[in-house]
């Protein structure tokens, strides 16, 4: 059973991904800040700031990969295939249509989304753009997982401990 942990940059996805990790449950960590840190140690140009298609496409091959080669039983992924199509609206991009394929053929079975929250976000290295960007994103993912047919259910803006528990009491 996979399951999708999403929404815009900076709402606490990766800590919450991070801490249901150390609970034993398998994650799947966000392809994106990899392949920034990728691009930056090796001077490419597949960033979101230099060449956002290049950065999709580099997306979009390793959430396919990922999503195919997860472990089997219940997973959590830090983000799934239709977040991309997200970022591509977003981005005014073509969405190519093996994305779509993939992402109408993944079967996820809940999607978890956090909501903007202004009082933790920070900008870093990786993520560089402001809160209304991350809220921009947000809105643009949340509408393709809805497209595709999910409720997404939204995260309490709660610490970890408590955002840990709501998502493994629906997990079961």
Do not use: N
Request: charged share 25%; with cysteine.
């Amino acid at each position: 059973m996979r399951h999708v942990l999403t929404g815009g940059p900076g709402a606490g996805k990766t800590t919450l991904v991070e801490a249901l990790a150390a609970t034993g449950l398998p994650v799947v960590p966000e392809s994106g800040r990899a392949i920034i840190r990728d691009q930056v140690a090796a001077g490419g140009d597949a960033l979101p700031w230099r060449d956002a298609a290049r950065f999709a496409d580099a997306m979009i091959e390793a959430d396919i990969t990922a999503y195919r080669t997860a472990p089997a039983g219940p997973v959590i992924f830090d983000r799934g295939i239709p977040d991309t199509i997200g970022y591509l609206r977003l981005c005014g991009l073509p969405v190519p249509r093996r994305l779509t394929t993939a992402a109408r053929q993944a079967e996820y079975r809940r999607i978890f989304v956090a909501p903007p929250w202004p009082a933790i976000y920070r900008t870093d290295g990786e993520r560089r753009q402001d809160l209304a960007e991350a809220r921009a994103t947000h809105d643009a993912i949340v509408a393709v997982y809805r497209e595709l047919g999910y409720r997404p259910q939204r995260l309490p803006r709660a610490g970890v401990a408590a955002r840990v528990r709501y998502v493994l009491d629906r997990l079961g």
